[in-house]
Nanobody
């Protein structure tokens, strides 16, 4: 069955960096676009970044442009989210998703605080 397993969350200071990973299994990873979402307490889940299959074209929500980078390693069936210059408003549970099949990971908590 399809599995998406996130890792790499934790506590980071404002201005710091963190890299999230999502290991995928149960489908042909290279053929599907992948996305990262986040949900902060009391807020709706929002799309943070996506990366296409094949050429791996990335797109981002405005609030993270220039700070976050999504990438993928098709040899490892893994998608990454590199977070830089973290802000307190980035605090949320981050989810990896394969939207076309409506598959989601369990989420990983990211807290940006001094």
């Amino acid at each position: 069955q399809v599995r998406l397993v996130e890792s790499g969350g934790g506590l980071v200071q404002p201005g710091g960096s963190l890299r999230l990973s999502c290991a995928a299994s149960g489908f042909t990873f290279s053929r599907y676009a992948m996305s990262w979402f986040r949900q902060a307490p009391g807020k709706e889940r929002e799309l943070v970044a996506s990366i296409t299959a094949g050429s791996g074209i990335a797109s981002y929500t405005d609030s993270v442009k220039g700070r976050f980078t999504i990438s993928r390693d098709n040899a490892k069936d893994t998608v990454y989210l590199q977070m830089m210059r973290a802000k307190p408003e980035d605090t949320a549970v981050y989810y990896c998703a394969q939207i076309s099949g409506n598959y989601w990971g369990q989420g990983t908590q990211v807290t940006v605080s001094s």
